[in-house]
C-alpha cells in the first residue's frame, strides 16, 4: 500500500517492512536475530530455523526492490554475541554495495566494534529528513522538528467484522507526529493499540496492508 507521509511517498509492505523510493531505502524495525536460540537455551521449545526465516524475508525484500540502503529502527539482535551473529555476517556479505544503518535499540547490547566487523553503521538516531529514525519514541523531547519513525512495541490492532468476529493483527500506526512500524522478526511479543481518533492505522492482511482506520 502506497501512502503519502511529510509529502514522502512510503509504500507499506505486507512483510512488515517500509520502501521508501526517494532515498532508496528499506526500512524494518525488531528483527531480534537470536530471540528464539535465547528461549531454546532456557528450555523452552521454539523452532530454531526463526532466524534464518528473518533472513530470508530480508533477502528476499532487498532482491525486490534493490535498495541502497536498508535503516533498521533498532533491536537487530536480541541479546549478547551468539552464533546468530556470525549468520548476519555470512548472510551480509551477499550485499557488499548496500549500506545498512542501525539505529540502536534497547537490545542492541554488542560492543560497537562488533558492528563495525558486521558492516553495520550505528546510530544513537538518525535524522534523514523530513524524518528522525529512532527506536524508542520519546514524547518528552519536541517531536515538531522531523516527524519520527520508530519501533520497539511491536503494534497490533484489533479489527472487528460480523457477528462479533474479530483478529489481532501486526499493524504500521501513523499520528500526525511520529509513526511505529511492526515487528519485523517472526518471534516478537506484541502491543494491543488503542488508535487515537486522529490516528492511521494501517494493518497486516495476509499477503496485503490494509487501512483500518483513518483515511
Known amino acids: 500500500m502506497q501512502i503519502v507521509c511529510r509529502e514522502e511517498s512510503l509504500v507499506l509492505l505486507p512483510e512488515k517492512a517500509i520502501y521508501w523510493e526517494k532515498q532508496s531505502a528499506l526500512i524494518v524495525a525488531d528483527l531480534h536475530l537470536g530471540k528464539a536460540m535465547h528461549f531454546r537455551k532456557a528450555g ?36 549478547d554475541f551468539n552464533h546468530q551473529v556470525e549468520d548476519w555476517m555470512l548472510w551480509r556479505k551477499q550485499f557488499p554495495h548496500i549500506a545498512f544503518h542501525l539505529v540502536k535499540g534497547n537490545h542492541d547490547v554488542l560492543a560497537e566494534e562488533h558492528y563495525q566487523r558486521l558492516q553495520i553503521q550505528l546510530h544513537q538516531e538518525w535524522l534523514l529528513p523530513p524524518f528522525r529514525m529512532v527506536h524508542t519514541l520519546d514524547e518528552s523531547r519536541s517531536l515538531h522538528d522531523a516527524y519520527c519513525l520508530c519501533g520497539h512495541i511491536h503494534p497490533f490492532v484489533r479489527i472487528k467484522g460480523r457477528a462479533r468476529q474479530s ?15 511492526p515487528a519485523f522478526g517472526k518471534f516478537t511479543g506484541r502491543y494491543l493499540i488503542h488508535p487515537a481518533a486522529d490516528a492511521r492505522v494501517f494493518a497486516v492482511l495476509g499477503d496485503e496492508v490494509v487501512c483500518v482506520s483513518g483515511a
Open 44 to 79: 523452552i521449545a521454539v523452532p530454531a530455523e526463526l532466524n534464518q526465516e528473518n533472513l530470508r524475508q530480508l533477502q528476499k525484500l532487498i532482491v525486490r526492490y534493490a535498495p541502497q540502503r536498508v535503516i533498521i529502527l533498532g533491536d537487530l539482535f536480541h541479546s
Open 167 to 181: 483478529a489481532v493483527l501486526p499493524c504500521f500506526y501513523f499520528t500526525d507526529t511520529y509513526a511505529i512500524l
